[in-house]
């Protein structure tokens, strides 16, 4: 017994001291408070995304090793699903590093916190996508290498056989096209719901996937005019019309509720005929489905197709102890050759022409040029206030809700609500 | 009345087809795990709908698990785990034993009142407590050995440290403990000190061995959440080489997510766990009935 229990009272010391040890040798890099002026701290939401964080090592590597480099760049990578709370501890313990990068729509959200400076860049960036850079109250807080499009993937060889015309740019299906096209579809007995919304889908998805429909059908999230309220926007008529028209899809049996958790996977296993989703997916299904593969745009729903603007981009803290070397890595990071490295590894519409240019996919005549195309044409911004982080909460509820069955008109009210109680809350989210 | 042998055959007959038919149903997601596994992402959604997905069949390899390791430095994580909730343990069970043991023996004036005071924190959720500890550890020294000085910086963020010591002290497993500990004899105690023992002596050579099931109980109980924590270092810990497992299960959600290599890595990260539960189940299983029907 007593050499039982001085073994393990030996373990506890040994633990005590390993503690210690771990201290002395866990100590992590340091932080922006602690950062000197040769090395500075950059985040990005790209860990286990092994191409593109290579891609943004490969920018940082050649930046470090140019004789023009103001300071040494340390590229920390995060999850992406938890990227935000790592932000939101850091900023409230005062560690925020130099650089971030950031989902665009939170821009002004993380400017009106103080966590962002405005940017101070030698590059031009009158050039690229609008949606590729971010601004609020007249300044410029963040810019992406790069935006994403919503779109629409189905095979030919099932449009043919349901005697349905593939959309085009010059002409997207109509709503009333929509509905003839899933109803013939269906009519094929090929799958049990012929469309796949991603409905299985959450967090940012609900906001960015089917805000773009709400505001086809002539409603928004908020009203942009002073982003104050929503009310009378995303409860009005227009809304409530998507909303029933959102769950008539589901009531009439083209789509599920909840589909399946990985919407491309089943596309490609021929789960569903027309597949609702991303530029993203588009490589992976031509592997897949080859010259079979047709890109379309989204449904126009009266007031022309819209997809979301603005992907991940990049920004300086307002803490950096060394704001001249952040944007001077920025201004670096920005040349068209980074810019397409970037987007060439992720498969990612690159934010300027020159970029494009340098990706054969992406140039005139590429097979993915259509997706610059359609963030040329169609990208909406989602609304650029403080409140976004927020409202895109409650309007991915209400989606939640319209898609459980909930009263359309209700749904959208507790929404508008929630979202208008926030904004007061926060008197307006002035600067 | 007695049952004919034949009923008592059947009787038991249906007692054992209901445990295999519940142990089958707490075994299928761990064995869809494992085999899933093997499995490329195609042949998972593939044989779902068939009982195929069960078993290992079809186009099975190891490259899920290969890579694993290429996507997540998944050795570094799971290291960091196994020391993490190793010491949170070791420590956790001496910290907590004696704090339980002062309470359980101890004539001390308002020992009740901090009992209770101990037992009030458990109703506070950690989610809740969550940033203002951030900011706390933040606060805190932090010592370090430079050569042959000794420097003091401030913070704790981005350490091993700060994944350890704010759970070492336990509201549960001083409950579990003080439970226990009343039910051993104090006689014992008074026979030891005629024998000229002082308190901790009591405690290390007549409680403690006697307290073996507690001990295995507080175990398991540290070592689970040590092992699942998720939002804690996801707020404190910056540095990808001090990270614990459940932060890679994140980097595998991306915008294709290879659904192989979530379940190749899930399987990885739930070995330790099984294999620590099945070397302590008897305790575990003692502990609980009898702090159960004591307490």
Same mark, same amino acid.
């Given at each position: 017994?007593?050499?039982?229990?001085?073994?393990?009272?030996?373990?506890?010391?040994?633990?005590? %001291?390993?503690?210690?040890?771990?201290?002395?040798?866990?100590?992590?890099?340091?932080?922006?408070?602690?950062?000197?002026?040769?090395?500075?701290?950059?985040? #990005?939401?790209?860990?286990?995304?092994?191409?593109?964080?290579? %891609?943004?090592?490969?920018?940082?590597?050649?930046?470090?090793?140019?004789?023009?480099?103001?300071?040494?760049?340390?590229?920390?990578?995060?999850?992406?699903?938890?990227?935000?709370?790592?932000?939101?501890?850091?900023?409230?313990?005062?560690?925020?590093?130099?650089?971030?990068?950031?989902?665009?729509?939170?821009?002004?959200?993380?400017?009106?916190?103080?966590?962002? #400076?405005?940017?101070?860049?030698?590059?031009?960036?009158?050039?690229?996508?609008?949606?590729?850079?971010?601004?609020?109250?007249?300044?410029?807080?963040?810019?992406?290498?790069?935006?994403?499009?919503?779109?629409? @993937?189905?095979?030919?060889?099932? @449009?043919?056989?349901?005697?349905?015309? %593939?959309?085009?740019?010059?002409?997207?299906?109509?709503?009333?096209?929509?509905?003839? %096209?899933?109803?013939?579809?269906?009519?094929?007995?090929?799958?049990?719901?012929?469309?796949?919304?991603?409905?299985?889908?959450?967090?940012?998805?609900?906001?960015?996937?089917?805000?773009?429909?709400?505001?086809?059908?002539?409603?928004?999230?908020?009203?942009?005019?002073?982003?104050?309220?929503?009310?009378?926007?995303?409860?009005?008529?227009?809304?409530?019309?998507?909303?029933?028209?959102?769950?008539? @899809?589901?009531?009439?049996?083209?789509?599920?509720?909840?589909?399946?958790?990985?919407?491309?996977?089943?596309?490609?296993?021929?789960?569903?005929?027309?597949?609702?989703?991303?530029?993203?997916?588009?490589?992976?299904?031509?592997?897949?489905?080859?010259?079979?593969?047709?890109?379309?745009?989204?449904?126009?729903?009266?007031?022309?197709?819209?997809?979301?603007?603005?992907?991940?981009?990049?920004?300086?803290?307002?803490?950096?102890?060394?704001?001249?070397?952040?944007?001077?890595?920025?201004?670096?990071?920005?040349?068209?050759?980074?810019?397409?490295?970037?987007?060439?590894? #992720?498969?990612?519409? &690159?934010?300027?022409?020159?970029?494009?240019?340098?990706?054969?996919?992406?140039?005139?005549?590429?097979?993915?040029?259509?997706?610059?195309?359609?963030?040329?044409?169609?990208?909406?911004?989602?609304?650029?206030? &403080?409140?976004? &982080?927020?409202?895109?909460?409650?309007?991915?509820?209400?989606?939640?809700?319209? @898609?459980?069955?909930?009263?359309?008109?209700?749904?959208?009210?507790?929404?508008?609500?929630?979202?208008?109680?926030?904004?007061?809350?926060?008197?307006?989210?002035?600067? | 009345?007695?049952?004919?042998?034949?009923?008592?055959?059947?009787? !038991?007959?249906?007692?054992?087809?209901?445990?295999?038919?519940?142990?089958?149903?707490? /075994?299928?997601?761990?064995?869809?795990?494992?085999?899933?596994?093997?499995?490329?992402?195609?042949?998972?959604?593939?044989?779902?709908?068939?009982?195929?997905? *069960?078993?290992?069949?079809?186009?099975?390899?190891?490259?899920?698990?290969?890579?694993?390791?290429?996507?997540?430095?998944?050795?570094?994580?799971?290291?960091?785990?196994?020391?993490?909730?190793?010491?949170?343990?070791?420590?956790?069970?001496?910290?907590?034993?004696?704090?339980?043991?002062?309470?359980?023996?101890?004539?001390?004036?308002?020992?009740?009142?901090?009992?209770?005071?101990?037992?009030?924190?458990?109703?506070?959720?950690?989610?809740?407590?969550?940033?203002?500890?951030?900011?706390?550890?933040?606060?805190?020294?932090?010592?370090?050995?430079?050569?042959?000085?000794?420097?003091?910086?401030?913070?704790?963020?981005?350490?091993?440290?700060?994944?350890?010591?704010?759970?070492?002290? !336990?509201?549960?497993?001083?409950?579990?403990?003080?439970?226990?500990?009343?039910?051993?004899?104090?006689?014992?105690?008074? /026979?030891?000190?005629?024998?000229?023992?002082?308190?901790?002596?009591?405690?290390?050579?007549?409680?403690?061995?006697?307290?073996?099931?507690?001990?295995?109980?507080?175990?398991?109980?540290?070592?689970?959440?040590?092992?699942?924590?998720?939002?804690?270092?996801?707020?404190?810990?910056?540095?990808?080489?001090?990270?614990?497992?459940?932060?890679?299960?994140?980097?595998? *959600?991306?915008?294709?997510?290879?659904?192989?290599?979530?379940?190749?890595?899930?399987?990885?990260?739930?070995?330790?766990?099984?294999?620590?539960?099945?070397?302590?189940?008897?305790?575990?299983?003692?502990?609980?009935?009898?702090?159960?029907?004591?307490?």
């Amino acid at each position: 017994m007593n050499k039982r229990f001085t073994r393990i009272l030996a373990t506890s010391i040994t633990a005590a %001291a390993l503690v210690s040890s771990l201290g002395a040798c866990g100590k992590g890099s340091a932080s922006a408070t602690s950062e000197g002026s040769n090395e500075i701290t950059m985040w #990005t939401h790209n860990a286990g995304n092994v191409e593109e964080l290579a %891609a943004i090592q490969g920018v940082v590597d050649a930046y470090n090793q140019s004789s023009d480099a103001k300071a040494k760049i340390k590229v920390q990578a995060f999850p992406q699903d938890s990227y935000n709370d790592s932000v939101v501890s850091a900023a409230a313990a005062g560690k925020l590093p130099c650089i971030v990068d950031i989902d665009g729509p939170n821009v002004p959200n993380w400017a009106w916190a103080k966590y962002l #400076t405005p940017l101070k860049l030698s590059t031009d960036l009158s050039a690229n996508l609008p949606s590729t850079v971010a601004k609020w109250e007249g300044e410029t807080y963040a810019v992406g290498h790069y935006d994403v499009a919503l779109a629409m @993937l189905a095979r030919a060889s099932d @449009l043919k056989a349901a005697g349905v015309r %593939a959309a085009t740019i010059e002409q997207p299906w109509t709503e009333d096209e929509f509905q003839d %096209a899933l109803t013939k579809l269906k009519a094929l007995g090929k799958w049990e719901y012929p469309l796949d919304m991603g409905t299985a889908g959450s967090g940012e998805w609900l906001p960015y996937g089917y805000s773009p429909l709400l505001q086809s059908f002539g409603a928004d999230l908020i009203n942009r005019d002073g982003f104050q309220t929503a009310d009378g926007v995303l409860n009005g008529d227009k809304a409530v019309e998507w909303a029933k028209w959102f769950r008539g @899809l589901a009531d009439q049996g083209f789509m599920a509720t909840k589909s399946g958790k990985d919407s491309t996977q089943d596309f490609l296993n021929n789960k569903s005929g027309v597949l609702y989703t991303g530029s993203w997916a588009a490589d992976k299904a031509r592997a897949s489905l080859g010259e079979d593969l047709v890109v379309m745009p989204t449904v126009d729903l009266g007031n022309g197709p819209k997809i979301g603007g603005a992907s991940w981009q990049w920004g300086v803290t307002e803490g950096c102890a060394n704001t001249d070397a952040a944007m001077d890595y920025l201004s670096y990071s920005l040349k068209p050759e980074n810019m397409a490295a970037v987007a060439k590894a #992720t498969g990612t519409i &690159p934010a300027t022409e020159e970029a494009a240019a340098l990706i054969p996919e992406f140039a005139e005549g590429g097979a993915n040029r259509i997706f610059m195309d359609f963030s040329r044409k169609y990208a909406v911004m989602r609304p650029e206030t &403080p409140a976004y &982080p927020f409202i895109a909460t409650e309007y991915g509820k209400a989606v939640q809700d319209v @898609l459980a069955g909930a009263d359309p008109q209700g749904a959208l009210d507790k929404a508008v609500k929630a979202i208008d109680a926030n904004i007061k809350s926060n008197g307006g989210y002035k600067n | 009345m007695k049952n004919s042998p034949r009923l008592s055959t059947l009787n !038991n007959a249906g007692t054992m087809l209901l445990r295999i038919l519940f142990a089958a149903v707490a /075994a299928f997601p761990i064995v869809f795990m494992l085999v899933s596994s093997l499995k490329p992402d195609t042949q998972i959604f593939g044989d779902m709908s068939s009982a195929a997905a *069960f078993l290992p069949v079809g186009n099975i390899s190891f490259d899920n698990y290969a890579a694993v390791f290429d996507r997540v430095p998944a050795a570094r994580f799971l290291i960091n785990s196994i020391g993490i909730s190793a010491v949170t343990v070791v420590l956790g069970i001496f910290i907590n034993s004696l704090c339980a043991f002062a309470l359980s023996r101890m004539e001390v004036r308002g020992k009740r009142v901090v009992f209770t005071v101990i037992l009030a924190t458990l109703i506070v959720p950690f989610q809740t407590l969550a940033l203002p500890l951030v900011w706390w550890v933040n606060q805190l020294p932090y010592f370090e050995l430079s050569g042959f000085s000794l420097e003091i910086s401030k913070g704790w963020l981005d350490t091993y440290q700060v994944q350890i010591i704010p759970f070492i002290a !336990n509201a549960f497993s001083i409950y579990l403990y003080h439970q226990y500990f009343e039910s051993i004899p104090k006689e014992l105690d008074e /026979a030891a000190r005629i024998d000229g023992a002082g308190w901790f002596k009591i405690y290390r050579q007549v409680v403690m061995p006697l307290a073996g099931p507690a001990t295995a109980t507080v175990a398991i109980l540290t070592f689970l959440p040590a092992w699942n924590s998720y939002l804690w270092p996801l707020m404190v810990v910056q540095s990808e080489e001090l990270r614990p497992v459940m932060i890679g299960i994140q980097y595998f *959600f991306q915008l294709n997510v290879s659904w192989g290599e979530v379940m190749a890595y899930a399987s990885l990260i739930t070995v330790p766990v099984v294999v620590l539960f099945i070397a302590f189940q008897k305790s575990f299983i003692n502990s609980i009935a009898s702090s159960g029907v004591k307490g």
